[in-house]
């Protein structure tokens, strides 16, 4: 039996790089877990859930790599990220979450409300 030195861990998240592009990064949450499988969330940058018809959240298979669980969690092909249990997102990212997006997507959300008020007043006049 191997010791194992990172373990996934439900609600919290981790992130992974690609291969090709290390700026191009994914975040996943840990939704439930049983001791061969995980069930994952992908994120958003700002680690709001994504919504991508492509999303590949879902159950995933752990296998151990020098003591640590790992998952592919975008399946299993030439250049597939893995996740790392080791690759737990920090609580600083997770308190700033990519402010910017945060900020413009509340902007965005009030003006809409702004918005859907008028068309009420017109609709009832």
Same mark, same amino acid.
Request: glycine share 4%.
């Given at each position: #039996?191997?010791?194992?030195?990172?373990?996934?861990?439900?609600?919290?998240?981790?992130? *992974?790089?690609?291969? *090709?592009? +290390?700026? *191009?990064?994914?975040?996943?949450?840990?939704?439930?877990?049983?001791?061969?499988? &995980?069930?994952?969330?992908?994120?958003?940058?700002? %680690?709001?859930?994504?919504?991508?018809? +492509?999303?590949?959240?879902?159950?995933?298979r752990i296998y151990l790599y020098e003591g640590t669980?790992?998952?592919?969690?975008?399946?299993?092909? !030439? #250049?597939?990220?893995? %996740?790392?249990?080791?690759?737990?997102? !920090?609580? !600083?990212?997770?308190?700033?979450?990519?402010?910017?997006?945060?900020?413009?997507?509340?902007?965005?959300?009030?003006?809409?409300?702004?918005?859907?008020?008028?068309?009420? &007043? &017109? !609709?009832i006049s």
């Amino acid at each position: #039996m191997e010791n194992i030195k990172a373990k996934f861990e439900t609600g919290e998240i981790y992130s *992974c790089n690609s291969v *090709c592009d +290390q700026n *191009c990064r994914w975040f996943f949450r840990v939704e439930k877990r049983t001791a061969k499988t &995980i069930v994952v969330t992908e994120l958003n940058r700002d %680690l709001t859930i994504n919504t991508h018809h +492509q999303n590949d959240s879902g159950r995933k298979r752990i296998y151990l790599y020098e003591g640590t669980e790992h998952v592919r969690p975008l399946g299993q092909y !030439s #250049m597939a990220p893995i %996740l790392g249990a080791d690759d737990l997102v !920090s609580q !600083s990212y997770i308190e700033d979450a990519d402010r910017v997006v945060r900020a413009l997507k509340e902007k965005v959300a009030s003006e809409y409300g702004k918005l859907s008020d008028r068309i009420e &007043i &017109i !609709s009832i006049s």
